[in-house]
């Protein structure tokens, strides 16, 4: 009996043991099953996010069509017959900072790459056309230097056309304007890399430790923008960083707020102070509103299949596969919600602003950045000397090249499909 009882006992201290073994077991497969699905609950938003936004979503307002067409959806093709559409050297007004042929860039072959939509042709750009459109009227770029970059390219694409001593170029400030006499058209550029007012915004000296900005200011800026016929605007380079300076109150005040704040909560709200500027202040019957997309870098080499450590610097070719699709900060596509949420909301402020997704297609392009041949404005050190993939520019793009392609869009969008099809019969 004694025995028996022992036997119990023992039983009873096994069980509690046994079922605490396979409950910690239960509860260790439960934990990554959920982390699983959280994964690929991410997974999944991250990739319909970019699909949405990087042109894999017809039905979405920021595809660009015609007649149907996606135009977004396509791929690049050599093409050294009809590009590029205009010479480096015989562009009167090129920047320095994209001129790689000028500064030694031997391979051409970026020149000749063609933009080609899956299931139509992309219209073909006429300078001469877009002159007469623009004829009386302002085209503003409002943005950085990647609005610049596309300011350049058109600037280009239209004085290819005009005579020299019918057209000049000057600066006043921030503001950056070409004009074509004769047609008494302007296509300008305006400095505002946050859009809102902040401390890198001085054209030339504005490279700052600590980036601060204003994210209820904007008429400093946007009273340059007041009576354009045309805006383009694009801000997203000098928002890459996880946490912004937010300033409540002026520059030149003493008790001003600083606050420190996350930079989607920060961009948010500065294109929404964009957006309230433009429903108090848009002509909507005379200005068309466009914002383009987010323009990749190629600073992570095996983002492409390349070594690692390695970025844009020796690239020849376009990426060869196509639906390339890598961002390379989760930043990215997250910015690019945001600005897809605040134009979503536009139509009920009774605006319409044109999405130009340019993200996707310029993906491709590793091999079209200025990468060391463009003008340094400092001295290279013999560091820098020894590695140059240290000091390649994999931000900006070389001209001619893939910013031609974003005015091409453009120039798609301004015109209407009847209107296209007027210019291009009378080719």
């Not at 938003?45 to 307002?61: E, M, P, T, V, W």
């Not at 919600?337 to 590793?366: A, C």
Request: contains cysteine.
């Amino acid at each position: 009996m004694e025995n028996t009882d022992k036997l119990m006992a023992k039983k009873q201290q096994l069980v509690p043991g046994i079922w605490g073994i396979r409950s910690s077991f239960h509860s260790l497969i439960i934990l990554l099953i959920v982390v699983l699905l959280l994964a690929c609950v991410y997974d999944l938003r991250r990739y319909s996010i970019q699909d949405q936004l990087l042109g894999a979503h017809k039905n979405s307002n920021v595809v660009a069509a015609l007649s149907g067409c996606n135009l977004l959806s396509g791929q690049w093709v050599y093409d050294n017959k009809s590009y590029p559409l205009y010479k480096e050297k015989e562009c009167m007004f090129m920047s320095d900072q994209i001129a790689c042929e000028k500064f030694g860039r031997n391979d051409m072959n970026y020149h000749f790459w063609r933009w080609q939509p899956h299931q139509c042709d992309l219209p073909r750009f006429n300078a001469t056309a877009l002159l007469e459109r623009l004829r009386n009227k302002r085209l503003m770029y409002v943005g950085d230097s990647l609005n610049r970059n596309q300011w350049v390219s058109m600037v280009c694409l239209l004085g290819s056309v005009i005579p020299a001593p019918y057209k000049s170029k000057y600066q006043n400030g921030s503001l950056y304007t070409f004009k074509a006499i004769e047609y008494n058209a302007t296509v300008e550029f305006y400095w505002a890399p946050l859009m809102v007012e902040s401390n890198s915004d001085d054209p030339v000296n504005h490279r700052m430790p600590d980036r601060i900005v204003r994210v209820q200011a904007i008429e400093k800026h946007a009273r340059y923008w007041t009576d354009a016929d045309i805006l383009v605007f694009n801000s997203y380079l000098w928002w890459r960083r996880d946490q912004m300076k937010v300033l409540w109150g002026s520059f030149d005040s003493s008790d001003g707020i600083y606050k420190e704040m996350k930079t989607l909560r920060a961009y948010e709200m500065a294109l929404k102070t964009w957006a309230d500027w433009l429903e108090v202040h848009v002509n909507r019957t005379k200005t068309k509103l466009f914002f383009v997309g987010l323009s990749p870098t190629h600073e992570k080499a095996e983002s492409w299949g390349g070594e690692k450590g390695q970025n844009c610097y020796n690239e020849t070719e376009p990426v060869p596969r196509e639906g390339y699709l890598e961002m390379e900060s989760d930043l990215e596509p997250e910015m690019m919600q945001v600005v897809e949420k605040v134009l979503h909301e536009m139509p009920t402020r009774g605006l319409s602003v044109q999405f130009i997704n340019i993200t996707r297609l310029s993906m491709y392009r590793k091999e079209g950045h200025p990468s060391i041949y463009r003008k340094h404005w400092e001295p290279l050190t013999d560091e820098q000397i020894s590695n140059p993939s240290s000091y390649a520019d994999c931000i900006h793009w070389c001209l001619p090249g893939v910013p031609d392609v974003w005015n091409e869009l453009l120039y798609a969008y301004i015109f209407d499909k009847d209107e296209l099809n007027s210019v291009n019969k009378a080719l």
